[in-house]
């Protein structure tokens, strides 16, 4: 597990909006909980002169249960002085479990809290991620950027378990992460798309490279299968589908998978 081959995974960002928190150097990085070294959390340090002394460390998410493993960090600073943040993070799974899932962070008061939201539609299990890199380890090779609008994580996933690993990415919009969130799936691949939610249902809207099936399903925020189809023998271009399908108030999530791999999730409101 983690405490095998501990990463501290160091990231450094530097404020240079001219706000608040200018000059601001952030530190981000993996360590152990003070109650067992074999439990990581992701923590926070900064410096207002340089480098020359530092604030003490704080955990960028004080609220989750103890015991819980959070680790892999990565942060940047964007042009309006938010402080975004990414890690991988096992709080909705059991603690005896490597089902892990990868969040992001965001503050607007110099590090000190963070709204935090869920980047990943499905979850890795790390037994297989793991065994993908011969036990070397996974995780500490992401990326994380953003503009004044729009942060955009990017991150190694095990979740076909297939003993393989591929890159997924997701854009947050930083007006509303609650409801903004798109997980656009693995990067390269041939299916694009994009959804609108109404009152009776979803249009979706695809573009496909190639011809190809599509499986869809909407679940609820706890996983829960709400509805599922099949789109066959689909052309190369674009196509327009819609699901008449009836939701209580709530949140929800849009899964079209092709038989090639393809992937894509929509998080969505019904209102």
Known sequence: DISTRFQPTAYLAMDNTGGPFDGRLYLSFTASEETDPTVFDVFLMYSDDGGETWSDRV?????????????YSSIYVNPDGLVIMDWYDRRNHDADSKVTDFYMGISQDGGETFEE????????????????????????????????HQAISF????????FDLNIYYAKVDLSNPSTGTIEYGRVGQKLHATITSHANGLDVLMDLEGKMDIDYQIVDMQGRLITQ??????????????????LPFGQYVLRLQSEKGDYKAFRFLKS
């Open 59 to 71: 955990k960028v998410h004080p609220d989750t249960e103890e015991g819980t493993q959070q680790f």
């Open 117 to 148: 939201v869920l980047l990943n539609s499905e979850s890795m299990d790390m037994d297989f991620s793991i065994t993908a890199s011969n036990g070397f380890g996974i995780g500490e090779y992401h990326q994380l950027i953003a503009t004044k």
């Open 155 to 162: 991150w190694s996933d095990g979740r076909e378990n297939d």
């Open 229 to 246: 189809g099949q789109w066959l023998g689909l052309s190369k271009g674009t196509h327009e589908k819609i699901l008449r399908v009836s």
